[in-house]
């Protein structure tokens, strides 16, 4: 996963092998209430400016119609520009 702060954004982008797509979650504080959001392999969220948010990922594949999720990543900090 890499993440790439923006005016007011951050741009995460993940790539796993066989992957449908991505669950992307973040929040303000390390313990705070997540936000999810479903995406392919990258995806641009707008956020606050000059405001730090976790951000972790994790690769789902879709078989037969059901999504199988796969471990998210470790928590990490980014603060948007």
Known sequence: MSIKAGKGSLKV????TG???YQIAYATSAKGKLKYVTSGT????????NK???VKVRAYKTID????????STL???KTK
Not at 13 to 16: E, I, L, R, V, W
Not at 42 to 49: D, E, G, N, P
């Open 13 to 16: 982008t993940a790539k796993a």
């Open 19 to 21: 992957a449908s797509g």
């Open 42 to 49: 990258s995806k641009t969220l707008k956020l606050s400016r």
């Open 52 to 54: 730090t948010y976790y």
């Open 65 to 72: 119609g059901k999504k199988y999720y796969g471990v998210y």
């Open 76 to 78: 990490k900090p980014s």
